[in-house]
Structures are given as structure tokens and as C-alpha cells.
């Protein structure tokens, strides 16, 4: 069975595809557009769909549209209910409207498509799909869905047995956690549906000084729901503008609704361990990307273990909604291999980009122990290596490295890449080493979806990555799914002693993920990046021009 995922309603649009019971392609838009996020998170540009990701997806696998059993498209029109409360009433007509028409924009963008094989996915169990039918539990798991907003609810509580959803609890808008993250991030003079990360950032800078008053306005209640009330954040903290300055009152107000938030969620998850039974615990949405949360989640919770969609953000749905379907027509899906669903160039492709560039660049021996020896000199280099990440997370396919054992390569990269100064930089660790520095944690941690505690012993040698709390958001790296990576880390470790390396996005601020070669080359062209490994071939800052 062929079938094409979609996601377009709300942000970050993206499509994904299944062949057979297996992951052949995921990509969002924003790395074909360059336009970050893919469009505007407004109800009016509902109707843009991923349409080079959807084509990139179709020509990988050589299919073309007419070849599609089903079209997955991670909303439903026919589950919105007029007049429902928190339901943006100006729009949210003509956003319904643009997707009950989503399969004729389909069969515009993807000539020779069906529309009649366009089948709407609820968004919520598009989000659960994504996650508890592709995570390794062989599809028995309890799932939790947190976001902004589907249809008419922000939240899904079920379970997957033998691959079939049952859906226990959902909470109904307008109480969304998603949304009132959303709201304080805007009050903090961020952008919305974009930088809620920045958020969890900024709050462990500060004490939770408002938590009782979070708590009086929002809790978890016995059905397994929650009731968010309207908080006015300005009794609480200034607003800010973009360019404002940042406070201890911001960081104080981040820190109390960040703490309130894993505390409800928390409470969440117990009721649907107690509900449900399960052992294991898969999680997605915009919410699961807040890797602060998850880890109480992991550590503190009554699940066994916790698995994170890597796209836990809408681009996911594509890919659970493809996989809904599957799993409805009685396929067996195989669980997804590893995030690195995008794009990919031959060697040769490369080079003819770094010849027509006519830039000076060589093909060391090994580019690994290349890296690590720039890496080891204390240069930045640029990573660019196999298929792009699907999700907001650089995993070692298009990664910027550093090297964690100078504490001033923290501002260092942030200014190559021109953003805030709080802002963490993670680090990437061999996975059989990773408990010697890492704890309380998940390890293996291969998608950096949650924080650990550095042990104290390691806090100095890799003063880079020690967040402000002293936590570190460690990804690691196993050999057998990532093997040049793990050579740079092992070359790395037997140069310096330290088997870690800073890895941040291969991006400047504002801008989507490098994918392309020529994206790799603007990038390091545009920013103070001493070295780029390009395939198998260096670019150095030093002597570029040819
Ligand atoms: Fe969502």
C-alpha cells in the first residue's frame, strides 16, 4: 500500500510517505522553501500545501501521483463544530472551508492524483500515530497527544494495542496547553507557534515565583483533562517587544508556567499509566517538544520508558496520519528507523556543486578524523553528511560541531549563528560513554528530546554544554545507525579524553535548516565557520577561493 502523508492546516507543512509498511520519505517544506516553518501559523494560508516536499517524496520512491492508494491529510473538516468555544470564530470558517477542499488543491499541486483517495485524518490521532506506531514497542503503548490545537480539542489520552488506537480522554478547547505556551511566548517577546523553546530556555534562569497562582488557574482534573483559565500575564511581567530587554520578571513568569506545565502533565500521564495499563509511554505534539518536561516525564513518571516523536510538532502528522491509514487497511508498519527521512546527494553531486562554486576544497582520507581534528583545534566546523533531519532537531546529518571543552564556544556559536545569548548549545555524546557524564535522562537518547544532569565530575571539562541549571540536552550516538558520526567522537575522545562534541543546527537564526549543498555553501559562506564537511570533502575557511 502507497500512501502520502500531509500536513498543511495550521504550520509546518510537510509530507511524508509509506510504502509497504515502511518509512521511505519525510520532509518538511521549509527546507525546499527556505522560508522557516513553511508559511505563516495564520488560518488564511490554511490552503498552502508541501508541494515540492510532497513531489520529493513521490520521486524518491519513483512513484507518481496516480500510483497512491490513499492521501493522509492530518485534519478533518467534518469533526469542527461552529460555535465551539476558543475556536478562532472569525476564520475559522474559511479554514474549514480550504481543507474540506484540500483534495482538489492536492490534485492541483500533484497532477494525475485522485481526489477521491484524499482521506481526512482527525489531527490528533494523526499526531498519535506518528508517534505510537512508530516508536520500537512493536504497537503496544499508551499515547499522549499535547498541542496547541486540532479540530476542536488541544489534547489526546489513549492506547495502542496490536496497532489500533482507543482514545480514553480529550480535552476540548479553549484550554490548550499548547496555546497558552503559546501566548506567554509572544508576552516574552518571541514569536509564536515558532519560539517556545526559547521560553524553556529563559526559565531556568529564574525561580517559579507564581507557581500558586499557576496552579489555582491551571490543573489536571479526575477525566483525565485539564482546565487552563486565562492568566493576564501583564499583572505578572511586562510585555516585551522583540528587540525589549529581558528581565528577571520575564525569566520568573517563564520559569512558574514552565513548571506548572510539567506538573500537569505529570499528572496527566499518571492517569493514563493507572487508565491504561501500559508500559510504555509515546508521546507527540507541540507540547513533547519540551525536553525539560519530558525528562520529569521520564524520571519522575510511572511509565517504564518514554519515546518521543522526533517531529513532535505538526510537520509529525504527516507522517502519522500516512501511518493511521496504514494501520486501519491491516498493514504491518515497521517502526521508524531513525529521523534521517529527508534528502541525500551522491558524492559526485556534491562535487559538481563545489566546482561550479570554484572554491578550493579536498578529500582527506577520512573526513571523520578530519573533523576531529579541527574539532580538537578548537575550530567550528559545518556538518553536512547522508539525509536531512525530518523534525526541528539537528541529529548529525546537518549539524554545526564545536568543541565543548572551552566554555566561551557557547557565545561563540551563538554569535555564528546571531542569536540570543541564553540559548544552550547541546551536546552529542557516544551512547555507551554517555552514562559516565549523563544522568537522570533517558540513554540512549539518539532524538535530543530531553535534558540530563551533567555529574559534576564533567561540569568543567565540557563547560559548552552546561546549561545554566546544569543540565545538558545530550543526544547519543550509536555506532551501528551512525557510524561516521561515531568515528568523529571516538577520533574526537582519543585526541582531547572527551567523547562529546557541541552539535547545534546547521542554520543562521531565523532561517530553516540547511538541506541542499547549495544551502550548506550559503551557510558557510554567510558565517564565521572555520571548516565544512561536505560528503566526503573539506572546505576550509582559510584559502577558499580556488
Ligand atoms: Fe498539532
Request: charged share 25%; hydrophobic share 40%; with cysteine.
Amino acid at each position: 500500500m502507497r500512501v502520502l502523508g500531509i500536513n498543511a492546516i495550521f504550520h509546518d507543512p510537510a509530507a511524508a510517505l509509506v510504502v509497504d509498511g515502511e518509512i521511505v520519505a519525510a520532509a518538511e517544506e521549509e527546507r525546499f522553501s527556505r522560508r522557516k516553518h513553511g508559511k505563516r501559523p495564520v488560518p488564511f494560508s490554511a490552503w498552502e500545501l508541501p508541494e515540492q516536499a510532497a513531489r520529493w517524496c513521490l520521486k524518491r520512491a519513483g512513484l507518481e501521483p496516480g500510483d497512491l492508494d490513499a492521501v493522509a491529510y492530518s485534519y478533518d473538516p467534518n469533526l469542527v463544530e461552529p460555535g465551539q468555544q476558543g475556536l478562532d470564530e472569525r476564520w475559522e470558517d474559511l479554514r474549514t472551508q480550504y481543507a474540506r477542499r484540500a483534495p482538489y488543491f492536492l490534485a492541483n499541486a500533484l497532477p494525475g492524483l485522485d481526489p477521491d483517495v484524499v482521506r481526512f485524518v482527525p489531527h490528533h490521532v494523526a499526531h498519535a500515530g506518528s508517534t505510537g506506531l512508530a516508536a520500537p514497542f512493536d504497537g503496544d503503548c499508551a499515547v499522549l497527544v499535547s498541542d496547541g490545537r486540532g479540530e476542536c480539542a488541544s489534547h489526546l489520552a489513549g492506547s495502542y494495542r496490536g496497532h489500533r488506537l482507543e482514545t480514553f480522554a480529550t480535552q476540548r478547547l479553549p484550554h490548550s496547553i499548547g496555546l497558552m505556551y503559546e501566548e506567554l511566548t509572544e508576552h516574552l517577546g518571541f514569536l509564536r507557534s515558532s519560539d517556545e523553546y526559547k521560553v524553556m530556555a529563559l526559565a531556568s534562569y529564574a525561580k517559579p515565583v507564581h507557581l500558586d497562582l499557576m496552579r489555582e488557574q491551571f490543573y489536571a482534573t479526575e477525566d483525565g483533562g485539564f482546565v487552563v483559565n486565562p492568566i493576564d500575564w501583564t499583572t505578572l511581567a511586562k510585555r516585551r517587544s522583540a528587540d525589549g530587554e529581558m528581565t528577571q520578571e520575564h525569566a520568573e513568569l517563564a520559569a512558574s508556567v514552565q513548571v506548572r506545565v510539567e506538573e500537569v502533565l505529570l499528572d496527566l500521564v499518571r492517569w493514563l499509566h493507572e487508565r491504561t495499563g501500559q508500559r510504555w509511554l509515546t508521546m507527540a505534539g507541540g507540547v513533547a517538544l519540551n525536553c525539560v518536561a519530558n525528562t520529569r516525564i521520564f524520571a519522575e513518571g510511572p511509565f517504564e520508558d518514554v519515546w518521543v516523536q522526533p517531529a513532535a510538532g505538526d510537520a509529525g502528522t504527516a507522517l502519522g496520519a500516512a501511518l493511521h491509514v496504514v494501520a486501519e487497511a491491516n498493514e504491518p508498519a515497521v517502526a521508524m528507523p531513525g529521523a534521517d527521512l529527508g534528502r541525500e546527494w551522491t558524492d559526485e553531486e556534491i562535487r559538481g556543486y563545489l566546482d561550479r562554486a570554484k572554491i578550493r576544497y579536498s578529500e582527506p582520507d577520512d573526513v571523520a578524523v578530519e573533523v576531529a581534528k579541527a574539532l580538537a583545534d578548537d575550530q567550528v566546523v559545518a556538518w553536512f553528511q547522508g539525509r536531512s533531519e525530518y523534525g526541528p532537531r539537528a541529529l548529525g546529518r546537518r549539524s554545526l560541531l564545536a568543541n565543548p571543552g572551552f566554555a566561551e564556544n557557547l557565545q561563540r556559536l551563538n554569535e555564528v549563528k546571531g542569536r540570543e545569548q541564553f540559548r544552550p548549545i547541546a551536546p552529542m555524546v557516544l551512547a555507551d560513554r554517555a552514562a559516565e557524564m549523563f544522568d537522570r535522562g533517558p540513554i540512549p537518547s539518539p532524538y535530543m528530546l530531553f535534558v540530563h544532569d551533567v555529574r559534576p565530575e564533567w561540569k568543567d571539562r565540557i563547560p559548552a554544554v552546561v546549561h545554566v541549571d546544569g543540565t545538558a540536552r545530550a543526544q547519543t550516538v550509536d555506532p551501528a545507525r551512525e557510524p561516521l558520526v561515531a568515528r568523529v567522537l571516538a577520533e574526537f575522545d582519543r585526541l582531547t579524553g572527551l567523547p562529546v562534541v557541541v552539535n547545534t543546527s546547521l542554520n543562521t537564526a531565523g532561517r530553516p535548516m540547511v538541506d541542499d549543498p547549495r544551502d550548506a555553501l550559503e551557510c558557510f559562506g554567510s558565517a564565521p565557520v572555520d571548516l565544512l564537511a561536505i560528503g566526503p570533502y573539506v572546505v576550509r575557511r582559510s584559502g577558499l577561493a580556488a
